[in-house]
């Protein structure tokens, strides 16, 4: 024991430390509580005092009634601001305010998607549409077109009838590959 006094204390646990550290901070502010709600009266009557003083500075007479209201009023917490209550209204205003946040993100995504709509528009859907009309047109028109002028010319320059009856066959088969939309076979 007189070596723990001479030699240094032991060392308190932290969590002792930290509880006693606790109890000392509660009773402090239970102290500041009780000397506050009793210098209550006082520091209400140097306020009016205060008030008189500052209108009477002004050259404005106010009755002792209306400064002790205006005490009254600031107790009740009257001049004190509380946020509006969570509802669609506060939640409309917040996303008014915070427009500029959201707005830019917002504006970033908008411009991306018309990006992307112009290129898939432009650069694949329009070319596709394009080939598929061309193709359409060229089963429809040019080459039946192409089968009956050439059928005709190996009509009037083929001497034998086997060979004018094989272009024929040739060319009633390309037509109908062509009516059914066979470009290979027409």
Do not use: C, N
Not at 21 to 29: E, I, Q
Not at 82 to 97: H, I, K, N, S, T
């Amino acid at each position: 024991m007189a070596d723990t006094a001479a030699g240094g204390a032991e060392k308190a646990p932290l969590d002792d430390i930290m509880l006693a550290m606790d109890v000392v901070d509660t009773l402090r502010h239970r102290e500041h509580i009780v000397d506050r709600e009793l210098s209550e009266d006082e520091r209400e009557s140097g306020l009016v005092e205060r008030l008189k003083e500052i209108y009477a500075a002004q050259g404005i007479e106010v009755p002792e009634r209306i400064l002790q209201e205006g005490v009254e009023g600031l107790k009740e917490a009257r001049f004190t601001y509380e946020p509006p209550p969570a509802g669609f209204q506060a939640m409309l205003a917040r996303v008014y305010v915070t427009r500029w946040r959201w707005g830019r993100i917002a504006a970033i995504a908008v411009v991306a998607l018309a990006v992307l709509w112009g290129g898939y528009t432009f650069g694949y859907r329009l070319p596709a549409e394009r080939a598929a009309e061309a193709a359409r047109i060229e089963l429809a028109q040019e080459i039946p077109e192409k089968l009956k002028s050439l059928a005709g010319r190996i009509d009037q320059l083929a001497i034998d009838a086997e060979a004018r009856q094989r272009a024929a066959d040739m060319r009633d088969q390309g037509l109908a590959a062509a009516a059914g939309g066979e470009r290979a076979g027409a």
